[in-house]
C-alpha cells in the first residue's frame, strides 16, 4: 500500500503543478438566498457562499458538442466541462458542492474563459483520483 500511496501523492503534486502552471483560477460558489429590501419593495441577491477559491483546470470535455435546448423564451447552448481542482481540496463545514453552484473562471491560460460562469451538474469522487473533478456546463444563449 505504501508505494502506492507515494505514487498517487507524486500524481497530485504533478497535477497541481500543471494547474499552477496553466494559471487557471476558479471561484466556486453558491448564489445567496434573496433578500428583501424594504426601501425598494424587491428582492436583491443575498451573499454568496464561497465553497472554494484558487488554482484549477478548465477544459471542455472532449465529447460536449453542445446541446441546445429552449430555456424560457430563447435557445441555450449547453457545453461541457471538467474543472479539477488540487485533491486536498475542503469546502467549509457542512457543505458540499452541489449541481446548481457556479464555478466563475477568475484567470486562464486562454484569456477568453475568464469571467465566464458555468454552472455545476456533478462532481466525482475518488480515492485513487490525482484531482478533485467538477462537472460543469456553459449555458451559452
Known amino acids: 500500500m505504501g508505494d502506492i500511496a507515494a505514487l498517487l501523492a507524486q500524481a ?17 460558489h453558491r448564489p445567496g438566498e434573496p433578500v428583501f429590501d424594504q426601501e425598494t419593495g424587491e428582492d436583491t441577491p443575498g451573499p454568496d457562499l464561497v465553497l472554494y477559491e484558487g488554482p484549477a483546470r478548465v477544459k471542455p470535455l472532449a465529447q460536449s458538442t453542445g446541446t441546445e435546448v429552449q430555456a424560457g423564451e430563447q435557445e441555450v447552448r449547453l457545453r461541457d466541462y471538467e474543472v479539477a481542482v488540487p485533491w486536498s481540496t475542503t469546502v467549509p463545514p457542512g457543505e458540499v458542492i452541489r449541481p446548481g453552484d457556479r464555478v466563475l473562471v477568475l484567470a486562464a491560460s486562454d484569456p477568453r474563459m475568464a469571467g465566464t460562469t458555468l454552472y455545476v451538474t456533478g462532481r ?9 473533478r467538477i462537472y460543469a456546463e456553459d449555458r451559452e444563449a
Open 124 to 132: 466525482q469522487f475518488s480515492s485513487t483520483a490525482t484531482a478533485w
Open 12 to 28: 497530485r503534486a504533478a497535477h497541481e503543478d500543471l494547474m499552477a502552471a496553466a494559471g487557471d483560477q476558479v471561484r466556486i
